[in-house]
């Protein structure tokens, strides 16, 4: 059974690009839902409850990191990545206090799978992660 995934970016090429890393990862993960802003995202994640939920950080309406905190807080087992642009210490150490999987560097596609396939290992697993366990070495 395929893992299913929500991806959330506002940029229409960013979030195609992101799909298809997942698609052409040649692991047994699909996207059942894509969202343009932190509020769609919410919704979808409520609707779809995915296995795996992967985030821009700077989105309309609703951030990727106020979108988390609502997501976690609806559907706590879900492991969610933060995919971005702007990734920073300080943002690493806001995702692991909200107990978030992990925070990503765009544009590191190796690194987003990698961390994909720890955060659904866990996730499996019952365990949990810290971003500095997702991130690469």
Same mark, same amino acid.
């Given at each position: 059974m395929a893992i299913r995934v929500l991806v959330a970016d506002d940029h229409d090429g960013a979030r195609a690009g992101i799909v298809d890393i997942i698609r052409r990862s040649g692991e047994d993960w699909?996207?059942?839902?894509?969202?343009?802003? /932190?509020?769609?995202?919410?919704r979808l994640a409520i609707e779809h409850n995915p296995d795996l939920v992967i985030l821009d950080v700077r989105? @309309?309406?609703?951030? /990727?990191?106020q979108a988390a905190l609502e997501i976690r807080a609806r559907l706590p /087992?879900? @492991?969610?990545?933060?995919?971005?642009?702007l990734a920073t210490p300080a943002l690493e150490a806001?995702?692991?206090?909200?107990?978030?999987? /992990?925070?990503? @560097?765009?544009?590191?596609?190796?690194?987003l799978i990698a961390a994909m396939r720890?955060?659904?290992?866990r996730q499996q697993s019952g365990g949990i992660a810290s971003p500095r366990d997702v991130l690469p070495t």
């Open positions: 699909s996207v059942c839902s894509e969202a343009v802003d /932190g509020w769609s995202a919410v989105m @309309p309406k609703l951030d /990727g990191m /087992g879900i @492991p969610i990545l933060l995919y971005t642009l806001a995702a692991q206090m909200a107990g978030l999987e /992990g925070v990503v @560097p765009k544009p590191d596609t190796a690194a720890r955060a659904v290992r």
